[in-house]
């Protein structure tokens, strides 16, 4: 286990230790849980959609 290992999350673009890895990408713990409350009328929501959307893209290449 590398616990230590520190990682960059999409999209706050800090380095964080807990987060979750989709596919190839990370995504920390506190960005994830906004996102759980972040609801499609907050004007937040437009910048996650674009963030994560790097993911889908290149799941899909
Ligand atoms: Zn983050």
Same mark, same amino acid.
């Given at each position: 286990?590398?616990?230590?290992?520190?990682?960059?999350?999409?999209?706050?673009?800090?380095?964080?230790?807990?987060?979750?890895?989709?596919?190839?990408? =990370?995504?920390?713990?506190?960005?994830?849980?906004?996102?759980?409350?972040?609801?499609?009328?907050?004007?937040?929501?437009? =910048? =996650?959609?674009?963030?994560?959307?790097?993911?889908?893209?290149? =799941?899909?290449?």
């Amino acid at each position: 286990m590398e616990q230590t290992e520190r990682k960059t999350c999409i999209v706050c673009g800090e380095p964080k230790d807990e987060g979750i890895t989709i596919v190839t990408e =990370f995504i920390c713990t506190s960005c994830e849980s906004e996102m759980v409350r972040t609801s499609a009328q907050d004007e937040k929501y437009p =910048f =996650f959609v674009r963030q994560l959307r790097q993911l889908w893209v290149r =799941f899909h290449v």
